[in-house]
């Protein structure tokens, strides 16, 4: 058995990314009992809300299954109390030190992965005693590092770095990309986008719709200057770029973003005044599909290649 | 034999990028005796130097080799001349359209491979009748597309998109990456950085040590509103950096950026004054080593993990 489905007790290592407003218990139900890792995204749920997306997860599977904790959130103690509270087996967290939470994680009996977009906070992840690291590259959907390093150059980097298993992000949505990412070190993948543009994804179904129809370019990696975010191309993106263009300040760029756009693009289906969170991979993605068929797709794509290799290599 | 190493009657699938300053004769030379194919840049080079280097490339190897031609300089119909002129087997073109002279050079019997950074044009390539793309993700060095698609997304998608053979560009130093480039659908792959990076390189040696030196965010891609160019951060950048921050006019960065800066920094070793092109993946880059040893040390890593594919994947 490979490191990662060892390590979470699954049995394909790939892992559902948690994504505000598209992973709730749904989502990672399907993904889980379709022998990956499904995980509820807590960075769109106050506590009570994850509390109730944590029960419907148990009381409809048995499978292993995730929380995904961004650490900068106002009620942070709160739903890191019920993640202990409710018995949660893995914590993938995000967004802040992973020295804070990983020793009282880990007391409690639950594996602690942290996410990182650099080899610097990869090391400092394996100091503070995770398990494993999720290494996200700059093509990622959603909040994203200063960096801007790619999944082809920060993979092999932070693998080299550390001794902890790595898990490559960013990119990844078929099988030739996670036997890419394999090659660049990782030993199991975390896919977002084509997780969220599947059915169970809570995501809006104009907001899927939409996604389905990406072309290249149609994604960037804006608002450098406060918290870099990669968004879609549309109203609210022009007017913020605008912004950016003409050297406008924090608090202008806030005020342009105001609050709750990521609920309006992604829950509630406003395509062009909403922020809309998606990876380049995007590009890619042509339909919506259910979370099995794609997982399955995904492990019978990489498996085929890894048996006949020597029929598509120089 | 593999596609790559027929079409170009070469041994190994590696091509050695054409580069600004640092890819002259010996260095085309170099790759070219290691089986590799080796690149003569025509970009910082007159008609007069191309001339010179060619001959000298011919009177130095019977190897096949290359010229890259960015097809946007002033002299472009003398260069053009000068390449059919003396017998040139293979032309890699770049920035610019594709269908201009691919007709005259295959008329003349060259093979012709065009660069680009998009699905878009590696389709117009296809319809002006090149032997071969090169797909050129966001990370790579120096100039780059406007839709930041990284190679992890661009690759497949090319790939996916013509049907002639794609040769992988951006983020590939080592036997892995290649390994993972070819896993992405491509045929085999341009190296630029680690091979600016070597004893060959006609770079100052200041400029090379600098780029033994480089780390994670150390390079970005700047002057979007001009031409996106990836470079090393240092004082020219921060000037330009600051200016595109305050909003600066297209004719106030040029300013800044006057003329030759590219030489003062490759070519001159000006490490905080000149513009220092660079990939991204010069982070993994420690050592000046001979390009044979460059491109050996890449084969050896790549074959060996097609071998023992079983020990390391999951």
Chains 1, 2 share one sequence.
Request: glycine share 8%; aromatic share 8%.
């Amino acid at each position: 058995m490979d490191t990662i489905s060892k390590l979470f007790n699954i049995q394909y290592p790939i892992i559902q990314a948690g994504m505000v407003w598209c992973s709730g218990w749904k989502l990672a139900r399907a993904v889980s009992d379709a022998g990956g890792l499904g995980i509820i995204g807590a960075g769109s749920m106050n506590p009570e809300l994850l509390k109730e997306h944590i029960q419907k997860f148990k009381n409809n599977s048995t499978r292993p299954f995730a929380v995904n904790l961004p650490l900068f959130y106002a009620d942070i103690d709160k739903q890191v109390q019920t993640i202990i509270d409710l018995k949660v087996p893995i914590v993938f967290t995000s967004a802040g030190s992973p020295a804070k939470y990983t020793k009282l994680f880990k007391e409690h009996g639950l594996k602690v992965v942290h996410v990182v977009s650099s080899v610097k906070f990869a090391l400092k992840s394996q100091d503070a005693g995770v398990d494993a690291i999720v290494a996200e590259g700059f093509e990622a959907g959603g909040h994203n590092g200063r960096e801007e390093t790619t999944t082809f150059c920060l993979i092999p980097a932070v693998a080299e770095a550390v001794s902890i298993p790595v898990i490559a992000a960013g990119g990844i949505a078929c099988g030739k990309t996670m036997f890419a990412a394999c090659a660049l070190g990782a030993k199991g993948v975390q896919i977002g986008s084509r997780f969220a543009i599947s059915e169970e994804s809570s995501a809006h179904q104009l907001f899927k719709e939409k996604m389905t129809h990406i072309y290249e370019g149609d994604t960037e990696l804006i608002l450098k200057q406060l918290t870099p975010v990669r968004v879609v191309k549309n109203e609210l993106y022009d007017e913020l770029k605008k912004a950016e263009l003409n050297a406008a300040s924090q608090d202008e760029l806030k005020a342009i973003l105001g609050k709750g756009k990521s609920k309006r693009g992604i829950f509630e289906g406003d395509i062009e005044h909403g922020e809309l969170e998606i990876g380049q991979v995007a590009m890619r993605i042509r339909e919506i599909l259910p979370a099995a068929t794609i997982l399955h797709n995904i492990w019978e794509e990489y498996t085929s290649m890894k048996q006949n290799l020597s029929l598509n290599f120089p």
